[in-house]
């Protein structure tokens, strides 16, 4: 199992350094070829932490035999839930893009928050 971690601040501008750090994670890991399900997961899943919890937010990007799993940590207890979104609906897509992309998802309550998360088959 190989694994890095990006702590940061529930600022906009987490969501653009998590997005760095996926892309360089996945070249330096030579799965190219999965940067941009990656890194579309990551950003969404660090905005809605951003968003919707509004706490110090823990990124950590997993790579085991067959998957990359990305996950989120955040220190808000509400769970996240998908919805499918109206065509004129500028928002709540973010789940709905981590549906398209993963290979399944989740959220599992951690003691004083909760941890989302992403597998992307590999």
Excluded: C
């Amino acid at each position: 199992m190989t694994e890095t971690t990006l702590r940061a601040a529930p600022q906009t501008e987490a969501v653009e350094y998590a997005r760095r750090l996926a892309a360089r994670t996945m070249r330096t890991w030579s799965l190219i070829e999965y940067e941009e399900p990656v890194t579309a997961i990551v950003a969404e899943l660090v905005a809605n932490a951003v968003l919707h919890a509004g706490t110090m937010l823990e990124l950590r990007l997993i790579r085991r035999t067959g998957r990359v799993r990305v996950e989120v940590r955040d220190r808000a207890t509400r769970m996240p839930r998908l919805t499918i979104p109206d065509p004129e609906d500028e928002g709540h897509r973010g789940l709905f893009i981590v549906d398209s992309f993963s290979a399944a998802w989740g959220a599992d309550p951690v003691p004083g928050g909760k941890v989302v998360w992403a597998e992307v088959a590999i």
